[in-house]
Structures are given as structure tokens and as C-alpha cells.
């Protein structure tokens, strides 16, 4: 199994960005972002259930960004507009083979992709 993000760079506030995540090995029930910030824990995102139907976000991003995925090419998106420097992080995917649990906490989750950085200048 192996999870590979990308899409990040170096953004102006007011910008976007899309990240990709494409899986490899299986597919999972639950997929999501995470971002950790220097100095900072890791923290939730965005989740998405296999059929794309139930989608979560923290309250931060919330109507910012946007999570889907794309089961056919098995790979995970996450649209970001509106960036602001509070957004700078490295960005994470990950997957969760099985419903259930709490898919904001980070060890819920069975994979992690290796991380894409995200700079938002003010």
C-alpha cells in the first residue's frame, strides 16, 4: 500500500492550490488530509467516505476547502481557495480501511502519504 501526495508550492493569500493523493495497493473505506505546522501537532482537515457522499472539514477550512475523490483513478483531491498564512503546513493524506472510529483523529487511520508542503505568503 502507498499513498502519494503532491500539488503543493508556494501560494500568495487569496490563492489556490489543489492537492492529490493517489493510492495504490487497495482502496479504502475513508480517506482524509491532514496538516502539521511547524511546532504544532497534527491536526484534521478534511475526510471523505468511499462513495464521496459524507464529507467532513474542520472548522477553519470550512467553506474554503473541499475534499473529493475519484475511485476509479483511486486518488484523493483537496481543493483549497482562499489560502491564508494561518494555512502554511506540510499536508498529509491518509487512509482508513474500515468505517467507524473518529476520522479527525489522526490515529485512526491505517496509511500516510509522505506529506506535500504548503506555504501561504502574506
Known amino acids: 500500500v502507498q499513498l502519494q501526495a503532491s500539488g503543493g508550492g508556494l501560494v500568495q493569500a487569496g490563492g489556490s492550490l489543489r492537492l492529490s493523493c493517489a493510492a495504490s495497493g487497495r482502496t479504502f473505506s475513508i480517506m482524509g488530509w491532514f496538516r502539521q505546522a511547524p511546532g504544532k501537532e497534527r491536526e484534521f482537515v478534511a475526510s471523505?467516505?468511499?462513495?464521496?457522499?459524507?464529507?467532513d472539514y474542520a472548522d477553519s477550512v470550512k467553506g474554503r476547502f473541499t475534499i473529493s475523490r475519484d475511485n476509479a483513478k483511486n486518488t484523493l483531491y483537496l481543493q483549497m481557495n482562499s489560502l491564508k498564512p494561518e494555512d502554511t503546513a506540510v499536508y498529509y493524506c491518509?487512509?482508513?480501511?474500515?468505517?467507524?472510529?473518529?476520522?479527525?483523529?489522526?490515529?485512526?487511520?491505517?496509511?500516510w502519504g509522505q506529506g506535500t508542503q504548503v506555504t501561504v505568503s502574506s
Open positions: 491518509a487512509a482508513k480501511q474500515y468505517y467507524g472510529g473518529n476520522y479527525q483523529n489522526p490515529r485512526s487511520y491505517d496509511y
Open positions: 471523505v467516505v468511499w462513495s464521496g457522499a459524507d464529507t
